[in-house]
């Protein structure tokens, strides 16, 4: 069966520090991967999309998304945390016309 | 920007009555998607449409809630009757081609049923 899997619910992490929420799926091969950041009261928003064409996708707001085949991960990434980075991330895969989406990490930027 | 509507963002009424909730897609996309979210449950896929014909409805509990897009330019979720464990955000996305594609979200409608 697919599934997505986030393996952190909570993530708290220092003004200035590196971000690293951690997506893994299952599949016998490869899906269409997104991240989305939903930011309170509002909807859904892209972040980036991988699809095959590059193992690093870059996004918005200076995120990044490395595609590991051999690990099965697609962990999302930023340098620097900055305080408005504070939100809930969702990892969301796609095969078949089955849309999976994975629980949710919710990301708390300490000052 | 083009923008996903969703009306009205907030509901409040008693168990029973019937909901309806709209969905105005960003002009040109063919995929609308229905989604609810509460603390419990996390995000859930309801269903979906692809050029208006539902493509996955499997999980919308198919007794009480119902999706339509009577066209282009509308969906609508209704429930009836209304339950309190119907509490949640609903969201409307809308996208292009499968959903393999981004989707782009509506702001959701708050829905409490007393």
């Known amino acids: 069966a697919q599934s997505v899997t986030q393996l952190d619910s909570h993530v708290s992490v220092s003004e200035g520090t590196p971000v690293l929420l951690r997506c893994n799926y299952s599949?016998?091969?490869?899906?269409?991967l997104f991240w989305y950041v939903q930011h309170p009261n509002k909807g859904l928003q892209l972040l980036l999309k991988?699809?095959?064409?590059?193992?690093l996708v870059k996004g918005i707001n200076g995120f990044e998304a490395e595609f590991k085949k051999s690990e099965t991960s697609f962990h999302l990434t930023k340098p620097s945390a900055h305080m408005s980075d504070a939100a809930e991330y969702f990892c969301?895969?796609?095969?078949?016309?089955?849309?999976?989406f994975g629980k949710g990490t919710r990301l708390h930027i300490l000052p | 920007d083009a923008r996903v509507t969703q009306t009205p963002r907030h509901k409040v009424t008693e168990m029973g009555q019937e909901v309806t909730m709209r969905c105005q897609p960003i002009?040109?996309?063919?995929?609308v998607f229905w989604y609810r979210q509460t603390m419990m449950q996390g995000l859930e896929l309801l269903a979906y449409?692809?050029?208006?014909?539902?493509?996955?409805d499997s999980g919308m509990p198919k007794d009480r809630f119902s999706a339509e897009m009577p066209d282009a330019t509308l969906a609508t979720l209704k429930i009836q009757p209304s339950e309190p464990r119907d509490s949640a955000v609903y969201f409307c996305?809308?996208?292009?081609?499968?959903?393999?594609?981004?989707?782009?979200f509506g702001d959701g409608t708050r829905l409490s049923i007393l």
């Open positions: 449409f692809r050029n208006r014909a539902p493509l996955d």
């Open positions: 996305a809308s996208g292009t081609g499968t959903g393999d594609q981004p989707q782009h």
């Open positions: 002009l040109g996309h063919n995929t």
């Open positions: 969301v895969g796609y095969r078949d016309d089955k849309i999976i």
């Open positions: 991988y699809t095959s064409a590059a193992t």
């Open positions: 599949s016998s091969y490869s899906p269409s």
